[in-house]
């Protein structure tokens, strides 16, 4: 079986159990830029996690792409990846642990034929915030799971939650035993030795976890499941590790046909990165200095290292993206729609790369020269830092041309400040995400009201070219960006503020309709996202002035709004303008 046999096989099963299937949402979300890429399933979903209604009902099921940066520094062993995909099942305020249990089992051993003795599962251990899991335990052994291999942990293992705030529960997770030695006599699916890989997660999504770390149960009892699709995929088809299948064969192959100085780790690392940056660039991303712009600067030019590590001659990379393209197009079509893009993108970040390199080493031999004129022969960490920060000088090259000079590096201060570094991007990483998901406060609704209210009055003062190309939203401030060709003028500016004002007087209703994704298109609904809601979407009406669509939540009406006041014009990008405005209570 492939990859995709397994993603249909899962849809089909869900399908026929009735769920509706809804396309994955892009990596980059679109209305939320707070968050720097899709990292789980949820994501997309939150909004009907806490109890708005799904226009697809209650019983869904995804394939979806994400993609997490964490373990960024891990890739090159034999199971990191920062993109995956995930499949899920989704019960919104449907069925429960019962149903959602006997689903998991029956698709693992029925659809996919492992053996029930190669599976073990995970319950969780119960706390001050939430009782001991049995009732999914006595599940467990209903459907035939020997007690022995019904295990119970505590929060860290058997608790989903994205960051420190948000929808979150006890978890089931089911693991598949390799068959390798137990590494001791307390060896457990919480060890990770590698005898037991975690397959499928089953979160009871009941409870939402505040800021100020209470729990309070949820208007509904949700289902959140995710199957990680590269993993079992490699397991099904008896790999030790997901590059040694379909997915990224092809390229590993071609890389060690081509490296003069072939290493694994670097292949692996190259065949990942290189897949993850092509998915961010087809969803929209481009490389920059910040955020997730940033990211795929540094999976572009982790890759690249690597190629010269490979000793790669870096003009074979236009070939190696189209081969990537080849052998995944049928599962992410969208590579295919974007090739000229993805390949221009990568090809220009690599020349600015390759002009970084020969910069910072110009920079490098000017302080080695120094040094030397002193009789110094140590170059510093925080010099090795400053190249890094300042040039983007790969320290690992650094620590390579001083070593060729004669010089020593003091290596330990440099992996402490480097650590801090990380930390401290690490630690922003994770704030932003924690953001995008948790914030649904009256505040950040309001704004959301706000940005529709804007979007309208641009196109009304400015033409109906002026379409949103992005949208972040905190409890402080709303930011719109629309294409539009020139800076706008006062005269511009005051008007759209003075008809967004004019309709949050006039009190408007919001009202909520589904329909067709066609239905809406033909209603003259602006903010069409094709493929991210499915067939039916909602379309939010503000009385006669504007209708979108959107997944909401949104005021009820909007005289609650306060005043609007434009706070900033400026550029974001060629031919995109970017309005930052408050709302005055
Ligand atoms: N949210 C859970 C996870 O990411 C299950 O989908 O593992």
Known sequence: MTAIEIRNKFLNYFRSHGHKIIPSAPLIPENDPSVLFTTAGMHPLVPYLLGEKHPEGTRLADYQKCLRTVDIDEVGDNRHLTFFEMLGNWSLGDYFKNESIRYSIEFLTKELNIPIEK???????????????????KVWEEVGMPKERIYYFGKNDNWW???DEGPCGPDTEIFYDTGKPACSDNCNPSCDCGKYVEIWNNVFMEYYKHKDGTYTKLKQRNVDTGLGLERINMLLQGKETPFDTEIFKPIMDKLQELAKNDNLESRRIVAEHLRASMMIIADGGKPSNIDRGYILRRLIRRMIRHLNKLEINLDRLKELIE???????????????????????IMEEKDKFVKTLVNGEKELQKELNKLKEKNIDILSA?????????????????????KENGFKVDLETFDKLFKEHQEKSRLGSEQKFKGGLADQSEETIAYHTATHLLHKALQIVLGDHAVQKGSNITSERLRFDFSHPQKLTKEELDKVEQIVNEQIQRDLPVTCEEMSYEDAKNSGAIGLFANKYGDKVKVYTIGDFSKEICGGPHVTHTGVLGTFKIKKEEASSAGVRRIKAVLIK
């Open 119 to 137: 599976l073990s599962v995970t319950c969780f251990a119960g706390d001050k915030d939430a009782p001991r899991d049995e009732e999914t335990a």
């Open 161 to 163: 939650i994205a960051g």
């Open 323 to 345: 081969l990537n393209i080849e052998n995944l197009k049928e599962m992410y079509p969208e590579l295919m729609q974007n090739k000229e893009n993805i390949i221009n993108t």
């Open 382 to 402: 925080e010099e090795v830092f400053r190249l890094y920060e300042t040039y983007g000088f790969p320290p690992e090259v650094t620590k390579e041309i001083a």
